[in-house]
Nanobody, 115 residues
Framework: QVQLVESGGGLVQPGGSLRLSCTASGIIFALGAVGWFRQAPGKQRELVAYITSGGSTNYADSVKGRSTISRDNAKNTVYLQMNSLKPEDTAVYYC?????????WGQGTQVTVSS
């Protein structure tokens, strides 16, 4: 059974940092692409960043320069380091794995940026 579990969310002040983790079981992250998405209340889910099986990365303009996606193959885990957080980064963050037309989602972790 495939399972993706996110962690690392929480409440942080503007300008702060968080590192989100997504750990998978039942699949091997390194064989496919893994992305972080977010969904704020009343808004559509949007792509934040992704990393391909070859290690290439891509970021949404809204987080470029403030975020880094990385993968630890030994731990089968993908991370999203977010710095200089802004209130508009508040959302539920989801990780997604996809390969050959098949995809899997995690359950999400809440990130709230507020003073």
């Amino acid at each position: 059974q495939v399972q993706l579990v996110e962690s690392g969310g929480g409440l942080v002040q503007p300008g702060g940092s968080l590192r989100l983790s997504c750990t998978a079981s039942g699949i091997i992250f390194a064989l496919g692409a893994v992305g972080w998405f977010r969904q704020a209340p009343g808004k559509q889910r949007e792509l934040v960043a992704y990393i391909t099986s070859g290690g290439s990365t891509n970021y949404a303009d809204s987080v470029k320069g403030r975020s880094t996606i990385s993968r630890d193959n030994a731990k089968n885990t993908v991370y999203l380091q977010m710095n200089s957080l802004k209130p508009e980064d508040t959302a539920v963050y989801y990780c997604k794995y996809w390969r050959w037309g098949v995809d899997y989602w995690g359950q999400g972790t809440q990130v709230t940026v507020s003073s």
